[in-house]
């Protein structure tokens, strides 16, 4: 079974007394300013135990003898990378891809009811009888996050195809799974979904760990030839089916990374801008200042006789240049041209900066429609995830 939950836990656990059923987790959060809940990593799977050996008896149906699946369902095969048994196996859960409302009454026996937060992406059920077996895969609402219902699809599969498995050779199975987890990285975030889908029950490793690997893992250096096999009755090419399942993961956080880029990137815009047109604003200040003491200068300066100018001298300090001696006639000159150029410097300055300020608008808007983006596609992966605004 699929669930979503909005951060790392423990799995609840419900066994339905006719069916089992497996369950996906996926956990993480949305970090930064986004302040948002997100996908990492494709969905940890949780199987529950069967009741009996029973199960796992009956034979697979026919191709003939199975009902007509729908166009969405063949379509959904058709991107399994599935062998004909592969397929057979499939089309004999009748599988269903269905809404959230559906798929929370189809799955409901895997979750307690007060799971806050987690939401059901699809499940397995296997039935007293062969025939029962059904698979439910939760159809995002948003295409983006298509993908993701193969790599649901296929790892339900492989339950599917576990429970067909006879006492023997699921035996040498749980072996070949064991020895293929063990050469998994110790960094690889599928093991830690499998702990929190077993969740410390040992009964229910062995079928985890090989939906999981099956569906998710490939390793430079293989798994065991005869796991590869086993793998190999069902998907034609895994490594293909293990791309789909890394696109699919990323798609979240790429979007999530994108609009946390936009959003630290107006954020850096607006400092800056406003950084600016705080020290415009202090230097339009200084030039009122110097301009009205020049105003002043003037004014006394034409209110002096003629042969009483002359006798003065002004000495000038130009910022970063050596004082300056001149007449008071000529002081006035220069004070007049540099309080100019200055203020045609402020006008340039503040053209500019509306144009910046524009264009920090304009980014702001577009980090904002990113974050929107971002928080409907969360939305769309888990209807119940709980994201801040």
Known sequence: MTLVEQRPSSTPRRLGRRAARTAITIAGTLAG???LTACVGQPPLQLETYPSPAAVVPATPTAAALPLPDAEVVELADRMFLTAEGRTTFYATQPTLADAEAIETACAD?????AEGWFTGGCFVGGQHRDADRIFVFRPG????????????AHELLHAAYARLSLLDRATVDGLVAEAAA???SDDPVLEQIERSTDGDASTRANEQFAYLGSQITLQSGFPAQLEDVYARLFTDRSALVDTHRRAASVVEETIAAAEAAIASAAAQESQTARDRAQLEADRGGYEAALAAYSADLERFNATPLEERARWEVTLQPEGAEPITMSWEASLTYRHDELERFRGDLESRASALSAAEAAAEDLRTDAEQRRADAVALMRAANPNAVIPE
């Open 33 to 35: 300013a986004l302040g």
């Open 110 to 114: 895997a979750v307690d009811a007060g």
């Open 142 to 153: 948003d295409e983006r996050l298509a993908e993701s219902m193969v790599t649901v699809a």
């Open 183 to 185: 050469s998994v990285p």
